[in-house]
């Protein structure tokens, strides 16, 4: 089946979208790499998948993404298409990891609500495969049943047109003040000043 069959939210232009926000944030840790000061496979995996959390939730519901949301964040994050909650994961897209063939706890609520309908303990994860120096080779939908790929459906980036997210940098507006009045003191400005100077220091005298 391909990912529309399993639910009309998962759309090949959406998919392609969070596969081009994962590989922007995986692309980004690998040029930040550093094995000079210590930098290994994992500290860069770790950068890696927290880099393209970043972008899921930076995307997340701006012009051009507002189908696309941050249901939870963490190690077990987890974003939604729609309504769909999704996962991704790196690593072999046939034999997925306990951890991520098992079901969030929202998933679980979704899956209990639908019993006897096909689809129902199915859940969708986005799986990627990385060459040795870690940049992303391969995006694919997975539908996992029963800890297993049912469905692993390759989405096509070259294809895709460049990744574009506007973010909402808009700032509150600043309040407008009077213009300052410049001109000689009055005499009253002057005994107001001087009555201010005598009260700061009596307040600074030592007790």
Not at 42 to 51: E, I, K, L
Not at 112 to 126: N, Q, S
Not at 161 to 170: A, I
């Amino acid at each position: 089946m391909r990912p529309w069959e399993y639910n009309p939210e998962l759309t090949k232009e959406r998919l392609i979208r969070v596969a081009q926000l994962i590989e922007r944030g995986r692309n980004d840790a690998v040029d930040r790499h550093e094995p000079s000061i210590g930098g290994d496979s994992w500290t860069r995996g770790v950068c890696a998948y927290s880099f393209a959390k970043h972008q899921i939730m930076q995307a997340a519901g701006t012009p051009g993404f507002e189908w696309l949301s941050a249901i939870k964040e963490g190690m077990r994050f987890q974003f939604g298409i729609g309504k769909v909650p999704m996962r991704f994961w790196r690593g072999d897209l046939a034999e997925p990891s306990v951890g991520i063939a098992a079901a969030t706890p929202m998933e679980q609520f979704l899956l209990d609500l639908e019993p006897g309908i096909p689809t129902a303990g199915v859940l969708f994860r986005i799986g990627i495969s990385t060459d040795d120096e870690g940049a992303m080779l391969e995006a694919c939908f997975a539908a996992l049943r029963n800890g297993a790929a049912e469905t692993i459906w390759p989405i096509p980036l070259a294809d895709a047109d460049p990744l574009v997210v506007v973010l909402d940098d808009t700032r509150p507006e600043g309040r407008e003040l009077p213009p300052p009045i410049i001109g000689e003191r009055s005499e009253d400005d002057t005994q107001e000043g001087a009555s201010e100077q005598r009260f700061d220091r009596e307040q600074h005298k030592p007790a």
